[in-house]
């Protein structure tokens, strides 16, 4: 049974998106089937088909015929079925096993369908069609080299179709031999020049090389030919919005609007968010206020819009539209969820826990509220709440890396640094090559004082990422505050101060490895650097009177001493220090009475950024997700 030519009335090559759209355009031609099975005489086969000579149909036709009609039922069983009975009468018929092969694709039993292609001779099918259908199941199937060959053969057979080319065309895009892909799209053009599709393939992959203004040329001949082709027009949407063409853009939705449909959630959706990016907000509004009118019970619209108040620096008319929904629609949790968001921004704290435990209240399953809920306790300081939140949220979404990257840092802003160990450790079970968990693990480890755990911890990380900065300052300043591995302190700390090297507690890293290591000058040069970047961190300040301290600079260093202390006044180990030098007692102490040796040993480590680290720690950006 052999397959024929597949066109509309038109000329214009039919492009089928499923197995159903194929099948209609079988039926278009199921008379001339009837003389194409191989139960009928070659002679009557080959002779001109007369009004009066038209022949019965075959015992393989009547079973094709009753497996197409199955096919339009959506009864692929039976469409199987029936179309293996048919080939029980034409064993030979290549069509027949292609359109098995294509049935059982289209279910997901791959191996069935490639096995069934696999009794096709290839080289004994003499329809361009067929090897078309062929080539694209084993392009389905992986078998790329082999559907390329099909491709080839096909347009030998028929180099005037058009078909095989677009259609190698799009594999080659798929396998990114996008300027492959272009030549062979371009011949399939100079057969079919009216193919809307094959200048929208030929957009892409002009597109794919870089050539935005000639793909933008291909997507609009593909729009001259065919009106309602939406894919093109949608293409030619990305391309402004990723150049920022304004006025070409509203052009192109007054047409999609006036030629494909008005109506369009998509493309009008992708358009309001392109004019929000041109800041463009009354015609956003103007189209979001349409879409409302068009379909007055989609949220998701109405949300939209709220989103467009909030870029347009109006929180309060945002808050309006979401409390005018949820007055109406009580149980959208999705939307109370984004007007507690919207509470945040306008500092209406009450009104986000509010919100936020309503949805709690009305789901507790619901996961967004919970974990929106725990972040906005933990930047309350109200870690013991967090965490019971966010742990609830741990176990809604076990495998999220973030639940447990925020579980982990409340426990360590509640000084639970063991719970903070386990929850991250917990995540990286699910993610082993997250680097924040992985970071965060080393400096839990460090508040246990696990340093080689520590060290293990941060190998990791930069085994992931070798330019993680945080990871580098952090190993390189705590070897150095150790006074171990001195040189790669500093080879580490220098690394980090490359990759940013106006952040000034790396400098000051750098700086601190300088010094221990005996390159004063040099670390000297670096802290004031550092000073100058960061004016305060008493750390710096504290570093910096050491080192002058060292080089007999007296004054120098008592000044830089009680700039750290008027920044950081319970710093008990740099009081000692201070008294022990010889400078006396701190301006800001000298009327307090002396504290005894086991008061002044309970100092606590500085928080910087609302983490309690160790010193080490205050090198470090603040952890993802805050």
């Not at 089937?33 to 015992?59: F, G, K, T």
């Not at 290839?122 to 389905?140: P, T």
Request: with cysteine.
């Amino acid at each position: 049974m052999r397959q024929p030519q597949r066109r509309c009335a038109e000329g214009t090559r039919v492009r089928s998106n499923g197995w159903r759209e194929r099948v209609l355009v079988t039926f278009l031609l199921i008379p001339l089937l009837v003389v194409s099975c191989a139960a009928v005489p070659e002679s009557e086969r080959n002779a001109a088909i007369q009004p009066d000579s038209v022949p019965l149909p075959s015992p393989a036709y009547y079973h094709f015929l009753q497996g197409y009609l199955a096919e339009l039922a959506n009864d692929v069983p039976k469409a199987v079925a029936e179309y293996r009975a048919a080939l029980q009468f034409d064993p030979k018929s290549a069509f027949l096993r292609v359109r098995l092969a294509a049935l059982q694709f289209l279910s997901g039993n791959m191996q069935r369908a490639m096995a069934m292609l696999d009794e096709v001779e290839s080289a004994e099918v003499r329809d361009a069609a067929v090897l078309v259908e062929m080539a694209k199941i084993y392009a389905g199937g992986g078998q790329f080299d082999r559907a390329l060959a099909l491709y080839d053969e096909a347009v030998r057979l028929n180099p005037e179709r058009g078909e095989p080319y677009f259609d190698k065309g799009v594999l080659l895009l798929n396998l990114k031999r996008s300027r492959e892909a272009e030549t062979v799209i371009a011949q399939g053009l100079d057969h079919a020049p009216e193919s809307h599709f094959g200048y929208f393939y030929q957009g892409k992959a002009l597109e794919a090389q870089g050539k935005r203004t000639e793909a933008k040329e291909a997507y609009l001949q593909a729009i001259n030919r065919a009106k309602r082709f939406e894919p093109a027009y949608q293409a030619l949407l990305k391309l402004y919005e990723a150049d920022g063409n304004l006025r070409e853009a509203i052009d192109l939705y007054d047409a999609f609007v006036s030629s494909v449909t008005p109506r369009d959630e998509t493309f009008r959706k992708d358009f309001v968010r392109f004019l929000v990016k041109q800041q463009d907000y009354e015609l956003a509004l103007d189209i979001l206020d349409q879409m409302i009118v068009d379909e007055p019970q989609d949220v998701k619209v109405q949300i939209q819009r709220a989103l467009v108040y909030v870029e347009m620096k109006e929180p309060l008319r945002a808050v309006t539209e979401l409390e005018g929904i949820l007055e109406a629609r009580p149980s959208e949790l999705r939307v109370r969820d984004y007007l507690g968001w919207l509470y945040e921004q306008i500092d209406d704290v009450d009104g986000a826990l509010d919100a936020y435990r309503t949805n709690i209240d009305l789901d507790a399953t619901f996961y967004d509220s919970r974990i929106h809920l725990g972040i906005l306790l933990y930047r309350l300081t109200r870690y013991d709440e967090a965490v019971r939140h966010l742990t609830q949220a741990a176990g809604l979404k076990p495998s999220n890396p973030e639940t447990h990257l925020l579980l982990g840092l409340s426990y360590l802003q509640a000084n639970e640094f063991e719970q903070a160990t386990s929850a991250f450790e917990k995540g990286l079970e699910y993610h082993p090559d997250d680097e924040d968990l992985r970071f965060n693990l080393g400096a839990a480890y460090d508040k246990l004082d696990r340093f080689p755990d520590v060290v293990r911890a941060m190998e990791a990380v930069l085994a992931l990422n070798p330019d993680h900065t945080d990871a580098l300052n952090y190993l390189g300043y705590s070897y150095a505050d150790r006074g171990i591995n001195g040189e790669e302190a500093v080879e580490l700390t220098r690394r980090a101060v490359a990759l940013k090297p106006d952040n000034g507690a790396y400098v000051d890293s750098l700086g601190w490895a300088l010094f221990k290591v005996g390159r004063v000058s040099e670390a000297l040069q670096e802290l004031q650097r550092a000073a100058e970047l960061v004016k305060d961190d008493p750390v710096i300040f504290e570093h910096l009177g050491e080192i002058y301290l060292i080089q007999d600079h007296q004054d120098a260093a008592k000044a830089a001493w009680i700039r750290a202390l008027e920044l950081d006044p319970d710093n008990e180990k740099l009081i000692e220090r201070f008294r022990e030098v010889g400078f006396g007692s701190p301006p800001h102490r000298q009327a307090e009475p002396l504290q005894d040796e086991a008061q002044v040993n309970q100092g606590a480590d500085p928080v910087i950024s609302g983490f309690p680290f160790p010193r080490a720690g205050r090198h470090m950006s603040p952890p993802a997700g805050q």
